[in-house]
T-cell receptor, first 105, second 116 residues
């Protein structure tokens, strides 16, 4: 099946810093989503982005489907951004192992 | 809309016991699915359904059964629980499971299951 790799696996940020999370996938995709899993375990939809660029407040995402990667940008990070960020692809949602992000005040 | 709901939130079983995890959605979504999440890992697909009366296996189906008698409900059954099934279980739904369709999936809050 399709392989999904996320980097970096762990990231510690000072509050206010910017960061970029990367998702590489091994084959063409028809669906790509980014999720945030908060410290309580809840999965929150961030972006549905099989291609192109989207922005939502301090977060934005870009998927370059032809080059098989997607990027999630976090700007002016806040402590509430802490958690695990997952990239998942295709209709049966193959997940990466996530990016563990800790934002310290 | 309540979205995707799951019950119970927590459950402890003994090896060999059976139970059913409940999942319901009120968004009239055709596609529903079950995932499990183990520590340090992403979610893995157990079973899915593209509509009432239709189910299929995902990546890790062994030890689990599903049925889909209505659009709204998609229960997951553990027939004889094993310690290897200790995990967090998530249910999800979307409008369609068809390639090329709008398939944003929405997740329930999860059920934390421990098998002793």
């Amino acid at each position: 099946g399709i392989q999904v790799e996320q980097s970096p696996p762990d990231l510690i940020l000072q509050e206010g810093a910017n960061s970029t999370l990367r998702c590489n996938f091994s084959d063409s995709v028809n669906n790509l989503q980014w999720f945030h899993q908060n410290p309580w375990g809840q999965l929150i939809n961030l972006f549905y982005i099989p291609s192109g660029t989207k922005q939502n407040g301090r977060l934005s995402a870009t998927t370059v489907a032809t080059e098989r990667y997607s990027l999630l940008y976090i700007s002016s990070s806040q402590t509430t951004d802490s958690g695990v960020y997952f990239c998942a692809v295709n209709n049966r949602l193959a997940f990466g192992k996530g990016n563990q992000v800790v934002v310290i005040p | 809309n309540a979205g995707v709901t799951q019950t119970p939130k927590f459950q402890v079983l003994k090896t060999g016991q059976s139970m059913t995890l409940q999942c319901a959605q009120d968004m009239n979504h055709e596609y529903m699915s079950w995932y499990r999440q183990d520590p340090g890992m992403g979610l893995r697909l157990i079973h899915y359904s593209v509509g009432a009366g239709i189910t299929d296996q995902g990546e890790v189906p062994n030890g689990y059964n599903v049925s889909r008698s209505t659009t709204e409900d998609f229960p997951l059954r553990l027939l004889s629980a094993a310690p290897s099934q200790t995990s967090v279980y998530f249910c999800a739904s979307s409008y369609s499971g068809l390639a090329g369709s709008y398939n944003e999936q929405f997740f329930g809050p999860g059920t934390r299951l421990t098998v002793l």
